[in-house]
């Protein structure tokens, strides 16, 4: 039945009852704690909390997170460094959008940045010896942080492209030069730079780590308050599973990203973080000579490959990077089914919320072996597998869709015992 109402008074009277309908589908309490009749020494927190003092708490701890978690290649460098106001804030909104993406990616995907991280942390050890070996030969220093700074992008070859000197392919400066504003910039990973040594047209420069921390903007202060974060939360969901209070699936989701953030952290220990500019391995003066441009092969600063968090080899993927999968998988989908037997608002969305707890919990193990599978029976499969893979990543980004969904939505159907106050409410915390 279709109401023709003409006038704007009926219109606000419908607008208002529907307003009034929808608030009435949500009941609130508000708690009242007496003030003390007279001067006393100290008042303990009251027994409660409230459904905000949950959310903010839990969103807080995977803010402060997602902020220090994430230590992203080297960024995207301008042509000029002597660019005007409008261009240098273009470049920063830039990378402020970098970041913020990635810290979204880190929100809705914990387990993908898991991945990387270790991946990362495997390929800097697989490479590491070789280059440690070289460097004792050159009597310089090398340590893991000099090959993890290489696999994100942050040693770079410069050269003159102005004019031609007299002896344009004399090495005249090394890390520590100041180079002129013409240079060109040209990226050196690890394969490049080995193969230069290799053939010895260089030999590695002097970089020491001081250097290396002195470009890495890691903050301890902030790292520490998302670790005891973390800890604080740890904390008060245990303390309440074992006064069998009842623990909102927010709650446990939280757990579920500390876990992933942790083993993250220790992944990321020796890898420098937030590197804006690149260090100078090498400068020539005047153009770079033939044969190491050859090597180089026009890897410029500034193309796309320069920066991307993505940017995997497959030599990453050996049996501990596809196990550091099926772990990540299950360290992020299995917390959830902490909440096998919470409240939920219907029975139909518990029973969803199993399934998809399970599935992601498992969906590691299904992607390893197409990555075991590639690997090791060939890339004939390779097409075979992206097949059979599509639907079960359907399935997950769904079911994840839903674990995320779901734990907003339950907030607001707690139990009366998910608003009794622990012990840690005492405790100094964040959020």
């Not at 490479?127 to 993890?148: G, M, N, S, Y």
């Not at 006064?243 to 420098?272: M, N």
């Amino acid at each position: 039945m279709v109401y023709n109402m003409r006038s704007s008074g009926g219109y606000n009277t419908v607008l208002i009852w529907a307003y009034f309908q929808v608030a009435q589908a949500y009941s609130t309490f508000n708690p009242k704690c007496t003030n003390p009749e007279e001067a006393v020494n100290f008042v303990s927190s009251p027994p409660t909390r409230g459904t905000l003092d949950i959310l903010w708490s839990s969103l807080f701890t995977i803010f402060a997170c997602t902020y220090t978690i994430l230590h992203l290649n080297v960024p995207e460098q301008r042509d000029s460094q002597d660019a005007g106001k409008w261009e240098i804030l273009k470049w920063g909104m830039k990378r402020l959008w970098g970041k913020a993406k990635w810290m979204l990616i880190t929100v809705l995907a914990p387990e993908a940045i898991l991945l990387y991280a270790s991946g990362r942390l495997i390929y800097a050890h697989k490479r590491h010896p070789e280059f440690k070996a070289l460097a004792d030969v050159d009597q310089v220093p090398w340590t893991l942080a000099h090959t993890t700074l290489a696999i994100m992008g942050g040693f770079v070859l410069r050269g003159r492209s102005d004019r031609v000197g007299k002896d344009p392919g004399r090495e005249i400066s090394t890390a520590k030069s100041e180079p002129p504003a013409t240079d060109q910039w040209y990226i050196l990973d690890l394969d490049t730079i080995l193969k230069l040594r290799s053939e010895g047209l260089i030999t590695l420069p002097r970089i020491t780590t001081s250097e290396i921390d002195d470009h890495s903007k890691g903050d301890s202060f902030a790292k520490t308050i998302a670790v005891v974060q973390i800890v604080w939360t740890i904390a008060s969901t245990i303390t309440r599973a074992i006064r069998g209070l009842a623990i909102s699936q927010l709650e446990i989701s939280v757990i579920a990203f500390s876990v992933c953030a942790l083993i993250i952290y220790a992944c990321y220990w020796t890898s420098p973080k937030d590197v804006s500019v690149p260090i100078t391995f090498l400068q020539w003066r005047g153009h770079i000579p033939t044969p190491i441009m050859v090597i180089v092969n026009g890897a410029k600063l500034g193309q796309a490959r320069f920066g991307n968090v993505t940017d995997f080899n497959f030599s990453y993927w050996d049996v501990i990077a596809v196990a550091a999968l099926s772990f990540g998988a299950f360290a992020f989908g299995a917390p959830h089914l902490l909440a096998w037997s919470s409240t939920f608002p219907t029975p139909a969305e518990k029973i969803i919320w199993r399934a998809a707890a399970l599935y992601c919990s498992v969906f590691g193990l299904i992607f390893s072996f197409v990555l075991l599978a590639q690997q090791y029976l060939g890339y004939a499969l390779h097409l075979y597998s992206r097949l059979i893979t599509l639907s079960p990543t359907a399935v997950y980004i769904l079911s994840r869709l839903f674990l995320i969904v779901e734990t907003f939505r339950t907030l607001l159907f707690l139990p009366p015992s998910a608003y009794i106050a622990t012990w840690t409410a005492n405790v100094p915390m964040f959020g």
